[in-house]
Nanobody, 125 residues
């Protein structure tokens, strides 16, 4: 299971840090990611990391503002979000792939096996 937390209400330009604790067994072949979904839209890729290499991937919309990181000792995935704007408002979901997707598929929700319940981030203007 994945348990996400850290969402809340923040003003434009503010910061939030999301966390996702995994109780599901992972391995070096695993990968984890953050996706988000705003009302009336499809789930959108935000960021991902591969356990084996530590490589990280970001969507263009968050690159330079968000940082994904993993604390392997605590089985936790984090997302530091800075310079938030109203377009970042969404429910944020963490996801786990038992086997790392190929690079071109890291942003595909169907490549992930487990999902957290989501945490709401609201950015006010």
């Amino acid at each position: 299971q994945l348990q996400a937390s850290g969402g809340g209400l923040v003003q434009t330009g503010g910061s939030l840090r999301l966390s996702c604790v995994s109780s599901t067994r992972t391995s070096r072949t695993s990968a984890m990611a953050w996706f988000r979904q705003a009302p009336g839209t499809e789930r959108e890729f935000v960021a991902a990391t591969r356990f084996s290499s530590g490589s990280v991937y970001y969507s263009n919309s968050v690159k330079g503002r968000f940082t994904i990181s993993r604390d392997s000792a605590k089985n936790t995935l984090n997302l530091q979000m800075n310079s938030l704007n109203p377009e970042d408002t969404a429910v944020y979901y963490c996801a786990l792939a038992r086997n790392t997707p190929i690079v071109s598929n890291m942003d595909n929700p169907d490549a992930y096996d487990y999902w957290g319940q989501g945490t709401l981030v609201t950015v006010s203007s």
